[in-house]
């Protein structure tokens, strides 16, 4: 198994581009999770989904969207990027609901908006 | 606001030392501990977890020490080595009533192991 995995690894946007980050896993889990993590912080969840088709806000959603289309994919989606949007993008993913399910990492795509 | 936290922000260790990291909760609703390991260019990378209705657990090399009466999360990593060289972050699990879970991470401890 591959795991989680992310596309792109690394891009540089102008202000005001767009563009989406792809996480995909092949474990069947049913939840998956987008977060960004900025230099000297943890992780901030900024939007999660609870099964295809379905999709919630995290702590920080303001300026993502969000699509889960297939179970196995998690698109993250930037429509007018930011300076303040330049981050490190971690996809995670879940077995279940339950408290106590661990959540898998990918290895994260470095966002650079100029 | 509730919030996840670590005391120190980098440990410096022997190898072949014991090391413990800390961490702080106030979220008295959490019910579930994680610690991750990140490695330089990397995911974090799950270590042990711990439920809150325990107080120890312990894994290879590494034991989760849970005080729910100060909220206090504490990993020891046993006879320490280079690779274990690493930012380390506790995680807090809310359970949303059906709608997942959610993990709120503290700030992160960079330990470096000195050869």
Redesign the interface.
């Known amino acids: 198994n591959a795991g ?1 995995t992310q596309t792109p690894k690394f891009r540089v946007l102008k202000t005001g581009q767009s563009m989406t980050l792809l996480c995909a896993q092949d474990m069947n889990h049913e ?1 998956m ?1 987008w977060y960004r993590q900025d230099p ?6 900024i939007h ?3 099964g295809e088709g379905t999709t ?1 806000k ?2 920080v959603p303001d300026g993502y969207n969000v699509s889960r289309l297939k179970k196995q994919n998690f698109l993250l989606g930037l429509e007018s990027a930011a300076p303040s949007q330049t981050s490190v993008y ?1 996809c ?1 993913s ?1 077995r279940s ?12 795509t470095r966002l650079l908006v100029l | 606001g509730e919030s ?1 936290g670590l005391h120190l922000p980098t440990l410096s260790v022997q190898e072949g030392d014991n090391s413990i990291i800390n961490c702080a909760y106030s979220n008295s609703a959490s ?2 501990f ?1 610690w ?1 390991k990140q490695e330089s ?6 270590i042990i ?1 711990i ?1 809150s209705n325990m107080d120890k657990r312990q894994g290879q090399r590494v034991t989760v020490l849970l005080n729910k009466t100060v909220k206090h999360l504490s990993l020891q990593i046993a006879a320490t080595q280079p690779g274990d060289s690493a930012v380390y ?1 506790c ?1 807090e ?3 949303l009533n ?11 401890t960079r330990l470096m192991v000195k050869p």
């Open positions: 989680v939840y999770y000297g912080m943890g992780l901030r969840l999660y989904s609870v919630a995290g702590e971690f995670a879940s609901l339950a408290g106590g399910e661990t959540q898998y990492f990918g290895p994260g | 996840v019910d579930y994680i991750y260019g990397k995911g974090p990378q799950f977890d439920r972050f995680a699990n809310l359970s059906n709608a997942g879970n959610m993990l709120t991470f503290g700030g992160g």
